[in-house]
């Protein structure tokens, strides 16, 4: 007979003893078992004792995470979180330095511990850290500890940032500034003062005033990725919370220091790869630089501005080349319209008026006057094609100015924040200066070339654009890492590689409609499906590793999550570091039964993503996300670390509980593989020969065994 479902199993270890096998009844108050096994070892004052778990995190046990002991479970007893905090609270403040120095170590791998972080926090404990770094005496790893425990403490939300010293932040900042300090106390520094700036608006002002962009900038050249990945995490804080009016002036900061040039040779083009978290600050940061634009993209043009005016002025004058204009205002008049007319404006009359829709408001106006000034010769070479021809065919460069700019903001989303865990960075935007103007004048010249490959009329304006963001989303997925490389890439797609593309992606789903096809189609779907299924519950076998969700990036928890063989549990556990490959299953500590597995929900319906903040939401964050819900009442939350491993993992799910599995991913591997078998057993039936006489029976064609490679 099963054992009830509140009775869990445990080993209790304590040092120079047998351990303890108990069975332990989650109805009954913890306090009372902790007296138990302390009397089964003869220890006195069970008040001052907790379990922890012996493996992983080795984190204390209380009333509100007990739920979470499963069946099989190590525990080890030990001293209370109070009892441990003061213990080390009046170790590090002991004068012997090796007594200190193992406190410090100790606190900085204790202060993890949510339970035990409340305890020396409550006990003054941060604030006597603060005052071991203001005194300035410590240095070397007794320092890089307290800099840990100080870090680790303050992640839990517990206490506010803004209760942080002025002579506090100057300490920390003076370890960034310094020429030649220690590693590890550098990226504790620099994650600190990230940390202050993310969360306290007060203390971005203070340390604005004690880090220099230039000091920042100085850490992007050293060989140390780890202290490049924190040096660029600061700039991007200080520029995410910067004042609007100060972000501009930081932005020319930036570029009179060379940081695009820095970055690009020291770090993308170094020779070390791009780890996830450098390329996650890389996107941040080419986020942050493009929003400088929405200002611009969303600023509406005043037709009565005269130097707004005189810029569209500016754009007749360098077409025809400054021809004079008439004396008589009328004449002057209708030269003009006739002119802004062969520009490619909407209002001939009043172009102005076309730059009042916003985005992308007067950022287009910005581009057309930039590709003139820089590319005169391509800008006139547009216009002066266009203009001359008589058969409408001609290409609207105002108009299609306009509406490309729009498209651009929208393909980069300029103006809309970074996605949590997004990695979508592209090199070439760190090769030029200006790169979101030159990448404009090489996207105008691709719809112009588009627009003759189509023979388009006006008539066809919203077809061409459909093209060409077409060639320019599919160019940017090959991340070229020049402006050179995406104008080869875009020479390859031109409109007839558009048509071959989507004509095979369509995979000819218009020649599969007659009735026989249907039901051939109808007959193969199940054994696909079939195979799809266990395709899909071997790589739950094989695992995959996951990011702890709620924990600072650049320190890399994880956690890995597999399926038993034979699909009856599910085991995880915590792992130091992103594993290489398969990881034991003597590996992962926790399991649960498949047999109590309730549902899988996903996205805003998971319980992680209801409890984490509006602030801390994205959409990024909720399309990775699912939960699975087991007895009695518990979860297992799950963040994907892309979008195939949550298709993966969500599709295995459902398979396991004999439920539909409905991704995105699924679908298109069902039509892929469908259209494959299809057209093998089609092939079959055509090189079938058929006998004068007297025919035999037509024997069903035989099913064509594959297997489909999905890595």
């Not at 509140?6 to 332990?24: F, R, S, T």
């Not at 660029?232 to 900061?253: G, V, Y």
């Not at 007067?362 to 590319?375: G, I």
Request: aromatic share 8%; with cysteine; net charge negative.
């Amino acid at each position: 007979m099963p054992p009830p479902a509140d009775i869990v199993k445990v080993a209790i270890e304590w040092p120079g003893a047998n351990a303890q096998l108990i069975e332990m009844d989650q109805k009954r108050p913890l306090s009372s078992i902790i007296r138990e096994v302390c009397d089964g070892w003869s220890l006195s004052g069970s008040e001052q004792f907790a379990l922890r778990y012996a493996d992983g995190p080795q984190l204390y046990i209380t009333e509100q995470t007990r739920g979470e002991i499963k069946n099989g479970t190590i525990l080890r007893l030990a001293i209370s979180p109070g009892r441990a905090a003061r213990q080390l609270l009046e170790r590090i403040q002991s004068h012997g330095i090796d007594a200190r120095l193992e406190a410090l170590k100790e606190l900085a791998k204790l202060s993890a511990d949510p339970t035990f972080a409340t305890e020396f926090i409550n006990m003054e404990g941060i604030g006597t850290l603060a005052r071991l770094v203001e005194s300035g005496t410590h240095f070397g790893e007794m320092l890089a500890f307290t800099l840990t425990a100080f870090l680790e403490l303050m992640d839990h939300g517990i206490v506010s940032w803004d209760l942080i010293s002025l002579s506090f932040i100057k300490q920390i900042a003076g370890y960034v500034n310094q020429p030649m300090v220690d590693v590890s106390i550098l990226q504790r520094s620099l994650a600190i003062l990230e940390s202050m700036v993310l969360n306290s608006h007060s203390l971005y002002h203070r340390v604005a005033q004690e880090i220099t962009v230039g000091q920042l900038i100085g850490h992007l050249q050293v060989s140390n990725q780890e202290i490049q990945t924190y040096a660029i995490a600061l700039i991007n804080a200080l520029f995410l919370k910067a004042p609007e009016d100060r972000r501009q002036e930081m932005a020319s900061t930036l570029a009179q220091k060379h940081l695009r040039s820095i970055i690009l040779n020291h770090v993308i083009r170094g020779n070390r790869p791009i780890k996830a978290e450098m390329a996650h600050q890389l996107y941040v940061l080419q986020v942050l630089t493009f929003n400088l634009l929405e200002e611009r993209m969303m600023t509406k043009m005043d037709p009565n501005d005269q130097a707004q005016r005189d810029i569209i002025f500016e754009l007749r004058r360098i077409a025809f080349d400054g021809e004079n204009d008439p004396t008589g205002t009328e004449k002057r008049k209708a030269m003009y319209t006739k002119d802004y007319k062969m520009l490619g404006f909407t209002n001939h009359v009043n172009p102005a008026m076309d730059f009042t829709q916003t985005p992308p408001g007067m950022l287009a106006l910005d581009n057309m006057l930039y590709l003139a000034k820089v590319h005169q010769d391509t800008y006139i070479r547009i216009v002066l094609e266009n203009s001359s021809r008589e058969d409408k065919h001609e290409c609207p460069f105002g108009r299609c100015a306009i509406e490309l700019t729009r498209m651009l903001c929208e393909i980069l989303q300029v103006g809309e924040l970074p996605n949590e865990g997004c990695n979508d960075y592209h090199p070439m935007f760190f090769t030029h200066d200006r790169a979101w103007e030159e990448f404009f004048c090489v996207c105008i010249q691709l719809l112009n070339k588009t627009w003759k490959e189509m023979r388009a009329t006006a008539e066809d304006f919203n077809k061409v654009m459909q093209v060409v963001r077409e060639q320019i989303t599919r160019a940017l997925a090959m991340k070229p890492s020049s402006l050179d490389q995406l104008k080869n890439k875009l020479r390859g797609l031109n409109y007839s590689e558009i048509l071959r593309l989507r004509q095979s992606e369509r995979m000819s789903q218009d020649d599969f409609q007659s009735p026989p096809i249907i039901e051939l189609r109808e007959r193969i779907q199940p054994e696909i499906l079939e195979l799809i299924k266990q395709q899909r519950l071997n790589r739950l076998c094989e695992g995959s590793c996951f990011r702890k969700l709620g924990n600072r990036r650049r320190q890399e928890k994880f956690w890995f999550c597999r399926l038993s063989l034979n699909h009856k549990v599910l085991h995880y556990g915590d792992l130091d570091e992103s594993p290489q490959g398969e990881v034991p299953f003597e590996l992962l500590s926790d399991k649960i039964p498949v047999s109590d597995i309730k549902s899988v929900v996903t996205g805003k319906d998971c319980p992680h993503m209801k409890e984490k903040s509006a602030l801390k939401q994205n959409k990024e964050v909720l399309e990775l996300a699912f939960s699975v819900l087991y007895d009695p009442d518990e979860t297992l939350n799950f963040v994907a670390p892309n979008k195939y491993e949550y298709c993966i993992w969500t599709d295995g799910l459902c398979a396991l509980l004999g439920r539909e599995m409905g991704s995105d991913l699924t679908r298109s591997d069902l039509d892929t593989l469908i259209s494959m078998e299809m057209k093998l057993r089609l092939l079959d039936l055509e090189n079938i020969t058929i006998p004068e006489a007297p025919p035999p029976v037509p024997k069903e064609p035989s099913s064509y065994n594959f297997t489909y490679n999905y890595s």
